[in-house]
């Protein structure tokens, strides 16, 4: 099946900083989605993106999927955007999305 | 808003025992699933159900059944639940499997076997 592997694992940042989340995939998808986990475990779906660019506010997500990876980008981080972010990913045969393993962002005050 | 609930956010039980986890989304969506979560490990997808009575294995479905007998109800079931079944048990749905829409994720169930 289709592996994701993200990078870094682990991310501490001071409130203000910007940063960059990447996501690598072994195949060819046709549907790459991005999610955040808060400290209490509730997944939020942040992007739906499977090629281009989009932008919501502070955050934005770019895929190339030519090149088989997808980078989150977070401006002018705050304590709120801590929590584990989570790449997932199906492939063209329309299989189930498979998810990375998680980079664990912290944003310290 | 798409609104995904589960039963109970934490959940103790003994070894052996029956456990029935619900999820229940407000949306109509067609496509319903259940995954662990484990540190370290991800996500990963037990079962997932395409329309009323209609159910797929995932990656781990071992120890595992599930139920769709209404559209908005998905329930996972722990035939004799065991220390290993500790975990983090999150329900998600979608309107079209596989494709174009989002996933959208209850808060999770904490359930641990003794």
């Known amino acids: 099946g289709i592996q994701v592997e993200q990078s870094p694992p682990d991310l501490i940042l001071q409130e203000g900083a910007n940063s960059t989340l990447r996501c690598n995939f072994s195949d060819s998808v046709n549907n790459l989605q991005w999610f955040h986990q808060n400290p209490w475990g509730q997944l939020i779906n942040l992007f739906y993106?499977?090629?281009g660019t989009k932008q919501n506010g502070r955050l934005s997500a770019t895929t190339v999927a030519t090149e088989r990876y997808s980078l989150l980008y977070i401006s002018s981080s705050q304590t709120t955007d801590s929590g584990v972010y989570f790449c997932a990913v199906a492939g063209t045969s329309g299989s189930r999305l498979t998810f990375g393993e998680g980079t664990q962002l912290t944003v310290n005050p | 808003d798409v609104k995904v609930t589960q039963s109970s956010r934490y959940l103790v039980k003994r070894t052996g025992e029956k456990v029935f986890l619900e999820c229940v989304q407000d949306?109509?969506?067609?496509?319903m699933f259940w995954y662990r979560q484990d540190p370290g490990l991800g996500l990963r997808l037990i079962y997932f159900?395409?329309?009323?009575?209609?159910?797929e294995k995932g990656d781990i479905p071992e120890g595992y059944s599930v139920s769709r007998e209404k559209k908005e109800r998905f329930s996972l079931i722990l035939e004799s639940a065991s220390t290993n079944q500790t975990s983090m048990y999150l329900c998600?749905?979608?309107?079209?499997?596989?494709?174009?829409?989002?996933?959208?994720f209850g808060p999770g169930t904490r359930l641990l076997v003794l």
């Open positions: 949306m109509d969506h067609e496509n």
């Open positions: 159900s395409y329309d009323v009575k209609m159910k």
């Open positions: 993106i499977p090629s």
């Open positions: 998600a749905s979608s309107s079209t499997y596989g494709t174009q829409e989002t996933q959208y």
